[in-house]
């Protein structure tokens, strides 16, 4: 009879948040592993080149009972936000074909936008870590190359604004 190991509690959110980008990147493509982070007691943000557009997964509360994971645009420019959001919308059903239909595109606070979908929040085990982790580098395995796409066709329509000066 095989007794599976225990699964630990890490010791609490701050842990599980520190931990999570590392966590992560095994579960990418070499070129995704590149990403810088940014961690606090209730969430981590992994982004490439700006950290107001950014992968986060953010606790919501032990009382609701859920997490986020998604693709935060936080610009402090609320129309390059509404550009992203805009661009997402246009492959939602691409997204909740490869992630699952709870996935969503829609406005947030502050003018920003977002791409997410919540999860229930569990006990902060190596489990749960581990799971977490492969959402996430799943969600951004999909959402990366959208997010590229997006920003390519915002560069281009920008350039020709600027040449039919």
């Known amino acids: 009879m095989q007794v599976s190991a225990p699964h630990f509690p890490i010791v609490n959110s701050t842990s599980f948040f520190r931990e999570l980008p590392a966590a992560t990147r ?44 998604g693709l935060h645009f936080e610009s402090r420019d609320r129309t390059t936000n ?4 805009a661009g997402f919308q246009r492959h939602m059903i691409e997204v909740k074909a490869k992630l699952g239909e709870d996935w969503e595109a829609e406005p947030w606070e502050k003018g920003w936008t977002k791409v997410y979908a919540t999860i229930e929040r569990e006990a902060f085990t190596e489990d749960y870590l581990e799971r977490v982790a492969r959402q996430l580098a799943g969600a951004m395995a999909v959402l990366q190359p959208i997010f590229e796409d997006v920003q390519m066709n915002r560069v281009a329509s920008t350039t020709a604004r600027t040449r039919r000066r």
């Open 26 to 69: 095994p579960h990418l493509s070499t070129e995704l592993r590149k990403f810088r982070s940014e961690t606090r007691s209730w969430l981590a943000q992994l982004y490439y080149t700006d950290a107001r557009l950014h992968y986060e997964v953010w606790n919501l509360g032990e009382h609701r009972g859920k997490m986020e994971i």
């Open 82 to 85: 509404d550009r992203y959001l």
